[in-house]
């Protein structure tokens, strides 16, 4: 498998991988600063958590559209008119603020409006990347991605605390630069990002987005993945929101519940650094399972002990393999899919996902108050152990072998994937 530095050499990803990870320090920076902005002008903490929630509505119904855009036009041009208009949405709310004239309403269109950007983006950054990164470095392409999220979650709180404390402004300003820089790092990029020429009849959106979700749903694998994505994501984010609260509610200091998260963005740093070698030697489909079930024995220390070094040491070895679970897995995904289906493979699963995350507090919520902290926890545990059936019941996910097998299969060139029967599984044991 290839490593870090041969990818490093790889001009364009690194291109694409420097520009989204500035830019996604500078977005999560403003996630967190949205909130207490909105606070800050309105003493509401019920409009302060709709700041939030409009961006995800809109980053949410954005993304099965964005999928049939990233098939349909280049996607050098989507990607940069996303970030383009991050630059201005946020110099606009920068602006506002150094001239006393930031209003709710302001702060919310922009939310909503950067939510449908991150939505339009992410299904044209998926696709860029298979076509610039040879399918045998996918797995350490991704490995690098799943870095760059830790990353910008251990730095962006902090750092939007920082300049939040300056000036209220000051982080709307410094996200807009992000995405300047992210604009640039796109034009550098050489591959023509294009989708193949298209020559049949004249194409319906409603129709090639069906077309996407009918591919997921008809084939075992893809629809297994979708499920479980969804759900896990779920239960564990649920199991995330019960343990920071009842930390809360515990009445322990704000540093210590910090280091909660701090500790689980390291470990997922150390787990991506990692990822490309565990990859190389799990079969993919054993990976994913062993990751379908790593947070289920972390569940026990968390009910018994409500302390922050118990939490934080259960979330960091929850977090060490899932970077290589979740490269692996995707990798695969990524390999086995047309390249005309790519987009809109990859808009249909963030869907999934995206639009069941909202019910992940709410859920926690309702668990921790009717059944206090350590019930609520053993009772998410007890779910994502069912979740984690899903994939180990799943024959089209267990046959799938290790990259080098299944990379036997896949031509390097980005250009010819793959191509699986529609019923069958992907690989036999």
Not at 103 to 117: M, R, S, W
Not at 208 to 218: C, H, I, K, N, T
Request: aromatic share 8%; glycine share 8%.
């Amino acid at each position: 498998m290839p490593s870090y530095r041969s990818l490093a050499r790889n001009h364009d990803f690194t291109a694409l991988w420097v520009g989204q990870t500035i830019s996604e320090i500078g977005s999560r920076m403003t996630m967190f600063v949205f909130p207490l902005v909105t606070y800050a002008l309105t003493g509401s903490a019920m409009l302060a958590a709709a700041s939030e929630a409009l961006h995800l509505l809109g980053l949410a119904g954005a993304l099965l559209p964005a999928g049939v855009l990233a098939d349909r036009f280049d996607r050098r041009r989507i990607m940069r008119l996303a970030s383009g208009s991050g630059v201005l949405l946020y110099a606009s709310l920068a602006i506002a603020g150094m001239t006393g004239e930031l209003t709710i309403p302001h702060l919310f269109v922009v939310a909503f409006l950067t939510g449908v950007g991150a939505g339009t983006f992410a299904p044209a950054e998926i696709s860029a990347v298979r076509a610039v990164v040879p399918a045998d470095e996918l797995p350490t392409a991704l490995s690098q991605n799943q870095a760059r999220l830790h990353v910008a979650s251990l730095i962006s709180a902090p750092l939007g605390g920082v300049l939040f404390s300056i000036t209220k402004w000051l982080p709307f300003a410094a996200d807009a630069v992000s995405f300047a820089v992210s604009w640039l790092m796109l034009g550098r990029i050489r591959t023509d990002l294009s989708p193949s020429p298209y020559d049949g009849p004249k194409r319906r959106p409603t129709r090639e987005l069906a077309e996407g979700v009918r591919f997921v749903w008809s084939r075992p694998f893809f629809r297994v993945l979708t499920v479980w994505g969804a759900l896990t994501n779920l239960t564990v984010n649920a199991l995330f929101f019960v343990a920071v609260l009842r930390l809360i509610e515990g009445g322990f200091d704000a540093w210590s519940i910090g280091l909660v998260e701090a500790t689980a963005g390291l470990a997922g740093i150390v787990g991506a650094v990692l990822a490309p070698w565990v990859i190389e030697r799990t079969a993919t489909g054993r990976l994913t399972i062993a990751i379908a079930w790593s947070f289920v024995p972390l569940v026990v220390p968390m009910a018994f002990w409500n302390e922050p070094a118990v939490v934080a040491a259960a979330l960091g070895l929850g977090m060490l393999l899932n970077p290589a679970g979740n490269a692996g897995i995707s990798s695969y995904r990524i390999a086995v899919t047309p390249p005309e289906l790519i987009g809109r493979v990859q808009s249909t699963s963030q869907f999934a996902s995206m639009s069941v995350l909202p019910l992940s507090p709410v859920i926690a919520g309702l668990l921790l108050s009717a059944l206090g902290g350590g019930a609520a926890i053993l009772v998410l545990g007890g779910l994502t152990a069912l979740v984690a059936c899903i994939p180990t019941f799943s024959r089209s996910v267990r046959s799938v072998p290790k990259p080098a097998l299944w990379h036997a299969d896949v031509p390097n060139s980005p250009a010819s994937p793959l191509r699986v029967e529609p019923e069958q599984p992907m690989y036999t044991a």
